[in-house]
T-cell receptor, first 113, second 115 residues
Framework: RKEVEQDPGPFNVPEGATVAFNCTYS??????FFWYRQDCRKEPKLLMS???SGNEDGRFTAQLNRASQYISLLIRDSKLSDSATYLC??????????????FGTGTLLAVQP | EPEVTQTPSHQVTQMGQEVILRCVPI?????FYWYRQILGQKVEFLVS????????KSEIFDDQFSVERPDGSNFTLKIRSTKLEDSAMYFC?????????????FGDGTRLSIL
């Protein structure tokens, strides 16, 4: 089983649509969770951290379900500029001795005019 | 906003040659990382570095790889004898403190092409 698993997409949506991405992770001891965004041939950029209680940042909402080992990202009112690959990222850190990031393969979003 | 900077942006090297990739982390950050991304694949952890020593390394980070912080600002990744399969995008990252909750900030990468 992959450490972090995502649907690769692509998700093709019209401007203004709501789109949701899902991710599962295999290590139940994982401590921290993030969504990064990566534009083509660019570096990953932190979009938001994901907290157990769920959190929102403008049009973006992230949810975490530890019992199901499942993370989600919801984008409302999508813009053309949201077109990118969305990376689900998990930090191990179970024993406090590591904070390496484990990346999913990413979900490609294409917002159409 | 402070950022991680990497040089060069693109490095082309003959197989078997040594290559050094350079990074300047964010100035008050103490933890440094290298990741790589082979074209079309996911980002993979290589190594983490703190207090002038390696904290953790992956299976990819074999004896051909080394890291150092030679002068208190630069953080370098050296590949001693490059192979074709080392061709990838190499990202440096840094974080202010240790902890899985701490976000890591990435540089814009060095594209390494091995011929």
């Amino acid at each position: 089983r992959k450490e972090v698993e995502q649907d690769p997409g692509p998700f093709n949506v019209p401007e203004g649509a709501t789109v949701a991405f899902n991710c599962t992770y295999s290590n139940s001891a994982s401590q921290s969770f993030f969504w990064y965004r990566q534009d083509c041939r660019k570096e990953p950029k932190l979009l938001m951290s994901v907290y157990s209680s769920g959190n929102e940042d403008g049009r973006f909402t992230a949810q975490l379900n530890r019992a199901s080992q499942y993370i989600s990202l919801l984008i409302r009112d999508s813009k053309l500029s949201d077109s990118a690959t969305y990376l689900c990222v998990v930090a191990q850190g179970a024993d406090g001795a590591t904070n390496k990031l484990i990346f999913g393969t990413g979900t490609l979003l294409a917002v159409q005019p | 906003e402070p950022e991680v900077t990497q040089t060069p942006s693109h490095q082309v090297t003959q197989m078997g040659q040594e290559v050094i990739l350079r990074c300047v982390p964010i100035s008050n950050h103490l933890y440094f990382y290298w990741y790589r991304q082979i074209l079309g694949q996911k980002v993979e952890f290589l190594v983490s570095f703190y207090n002038n020593e390696i904290s953790e390394k992956s299976e990819i980070f074999d004896d051909q790889f080394s890291v150092e912080r030679p002068d208190g600002s630069n953080f370098t990744l050296k590949i001693r004898s490059t192979k074709l399969e080392d061709s990838a995008m190499y990202f440096c990252a840094s974080s202010e403190v240790f902890g899985a909750q701490q976000p890591q900030h990435f540089g814009d990468g060095t594209r390494l092409s091995i011929l």
